[in-house]
């Protein structure tokens, strides 16, 4: 195996893992104790699957260590191709992405406290309880909205560098740059039109999967360094 291979299979591996280990709060959690319309509901599900609840809130500061190094990782495979292009993936893809995660983490643990209705929060009455926690959830869903302008605009110079990189797939990195707006799209939505961001995901899915295609591509197939002109030459 070469180096190269080498690099690609381990941010390949990073790239999966950070992405597994995120989905449980991003999808799992919602899925299980979020009830749709009904704060009550949802607090009441928060306070009686506490341990689950509190297994997300760890595997978003995790998924969110773990990605940091997503894009480090991925430097080091393509800062040969485009080392000025590599810094920006690397300032948009882990800079300001991570600290979206922790912050949403401290969010998710004042709504556990609201639902759990700790002793110096007696001052507030239940009703206000199942708002505090709505509120609070409601910041989380707006931070997660915020960061997938970043999570986008990454996109962008990670599938030009696999573009020129002569090593992966062309068509991986046309496909990972038409779906940065996408993602960016699916941010403003939400912010200029709330309750219709779930419309764009539906219409951009297939977009989407550009990500799971090269994180898998990367993980089991590596990458192939191209030899010279010299060496694929037969002697007459």
């Known amino acids: 195996m070469t180096t190269l291979s080498k690099n690609a299979r381990v941010a390949g591996a990073l790239y999966v893992a950070a992405s597994v280990v ?20 949802t607090a009441a599900n928060l306070a009686a699957h ?5 297994f997300g809130i760890v595997s ?33 893809g882990s800079l300001m992405q991570v600290p979206f995660f922790f912050v949403n983490a401290v969010n998710d643990v004042a709504a556990l406290l609201f639902a759990r209705g700790a ?8 009703a206000q309880r199942v708002a505090f926690v709505r509120l609070f959830l409601d910041l989380h869903h707006q931070l997660d909205l915020a960061n997938f302008v970043f999570a986008g605009l990454w ?3 990670f599938g030009l560098l696999v573009y020129k990189s002569r090593f992966l797939p062309r068509f991986l990195g046309i496909w990972l740059m038409l779906e940065c707006p ?39 197939l590596g990458a192939k360094e191209k030899l010279p002109v010299a060496a694929t030459t037969q002697p007459a």
């Open 50 to 54: 506490e341990s689950l609840f509190r």
């Open 182 to 220: 996408a993602w960016v799209v699916f941010s403003l939505t939400g912010f200029l039109a709330p309750g219709r961001e779930g419309r764009v995901f539906d219409l951009m899915q297939p977009l989407a999967f550009a990500e799971v295609a090269i994180m898998f591509w990367l993980l089991i």
């Open 155 to 157: 996109l962008f110079p």
């Open 119 to 126: 002793d110096y929060l007696a001052v507030f009455d239940p």
């Open 60 to 92: 978003t500061l995790i998924g969110a260590a773990i990605w940091l190094f997503v894009p480090l990782a991925l430097y080091r495979l393509l800062k040969g191709v485009d080392q000025g292009l590599a810094v920006l993936m690397v300032i948009l």
């Open 22 to 41: 995120g989905a449980v709060r991003l999808l799992y959690i919602p899925s299980h104790l979020f009830v749709h319309g009904d704060a009550a509901a």
